[in-house]
């Protein structure tokens, strides 16, 4: 009887970071994933739960920095914006 080898897959590294703040601005929980559409879908779906009870969360890659969505709430709507510069969330 032979011993069968498996084969061990690359690891996949979670550089997508996902940030919930509170309405203080204090980070309230992060979240890690691989992709970053999953990862603003996800936070979308948090955010309407209240599951964090979170105002503010920011999507962005943790390796280079770029920062991929920023969700909040506005009087009672919540939103999206997509953006590649920080500076066009201010």
Wanted: hydrophobic letters at 40%; a positive charge.
């Amino acid at each position: 009887m032979t011993k069968r080898k498996i084969k061990k897959s690359k690891a996949v590294t979670r550089t997508i970071q996902t940030t919930y703040y509170d309405h203080k601005g204090n980070a309230v929980r992060i979240n890690r994933s691989v992709h970053a559409h999953l990862a603003v879908a996800k936070a979308v779906d948090y955010m309407q739960l209240d599951y964090y009870q979170a105002k503010t969360v920011e999507v962005f890659d943790a390796s280079d920095g770029t920062l991929h969505a920023v969700i909040r709430w506005r009087n009672k709507i919540l939103e999206i914006v997509f953006k590649r510069d920080p500076k066009e969330f201010q």
